[in-house]
């Protein structure tokens, strides 16, 4: 897709406040029942906040690229269960105040491709694909499987920009959250090479006043 093709092709028919809480709610409840449970209880609530703010800002990004209502609610759920995976990581990697060791990183890495198989386990056979891709870089240096480029599904580049953005702004217990406009830097810093330099565009758009969700 050329790089100012996302705008060309206009927005979907949602309104401009999508998602709203309530949107949201009903993506949460058309998960596969016990998932989000299951990452709750192993990962602590937190990151239902995290994976709320992925799929608002997921759905930002779609919005910019014109997908239709249906495909906007799928990448909104692939938002909410990107990190499904992580559930099937011990806690005590998840929790470790230090650096990770290479053993430890590898289990970490494991949680694209687990969460894609707890997905395709309950049919979710395109928020799978999604979800197992979401960690790939433009330069060929994520994982699990090394992709490069337009090899990314559109959907897992979205997932990055906007799962990318959360974890930059919240705090973790090994550094402090970034201001809002810390993140924006960062995020035009790592456009063409960490993250997909159309998706960070698009994200930066629907961060405009007239995007602003509820």
Same mark, same amino acid.
């Given at each position: 897709? &050329? ?9 979907? +028919? ?17 998960? &596969?029942?016990? #998932?989000? $449970? =299951?990452?709750?209880?192993?990962? %602590? &609530? ?5 994976? #709320? ?14 997908? +239709?209502?249906?495909? =906007? ?13 992580? +559930? ?11 650096? =990770?060791?290479?053993? @430890? ?6 949680? &694209? ?9 309950? %049919? ?15 330069? %060929? ?9 337009? @090899?990314?599904? =559109? ?31 960062? #995020? ?5 090479? $960490? ?8 994200? #930066? ?10």
């Amino acid at each position: 897709m &050329p790089a100012t093709e996302f705008r060309a092709r206009g927005r979907s +028919s949602l309104a401009d406040t999508v998602p709203s809480s309530a949107q949201l709610g009903s993506w949460a409840r058309s998960a &596969p029942p016990g #998932l989000l $449970q =299951l990452l709750a209880r192993h990962v %602590g &609530p937190d990151i239902l906040v995290h994976s #709320l703010e992925v799929a608002r800002g997921a759905a930002r990004v779609g919005r910019e690229y014109g997908l +239709s209502v249906r495909h =906007l609610e799928r990448v909104g759920l692939a938002g909410l269960l990107h990190d499904v995976g992580k +559930s099937l990581v011990p806690r005590r990697v998840l929790d470790k105040p230090g650096a =990770l060791d290479e053993h @430890e990183w590898r289990q970490i890495r494991r949680h &694209p491709s687990a969460g894609a198989r707890l997905l395709r386990a309950q %049919g979710m056979h395109d928020v799978a694909a999604w979800v197992l891709s979401h960690h790939e870089r433009p330069d %060929g240096r994520g994982y699990p499987r090394g992709l490069r480029g337009a @090899e990314i599904p =559109l959907e897992a580049r979205i997932l990055a920009v906007a799962d990318t953005f959360d974890a930059m702004t919240a705090a973790r217990r090994y550094r402090p959250a970034l201001t809002h406009d810390q993140a924006l830097v960062e #995020l035009r810093r790592a456009a063409g090479m $960490q993250l997909d330099a159309e998706a960070v565009e698009a994200f #930066l758009i629907g961060l405009t006043p007239r995007t602003h969700m509820a």
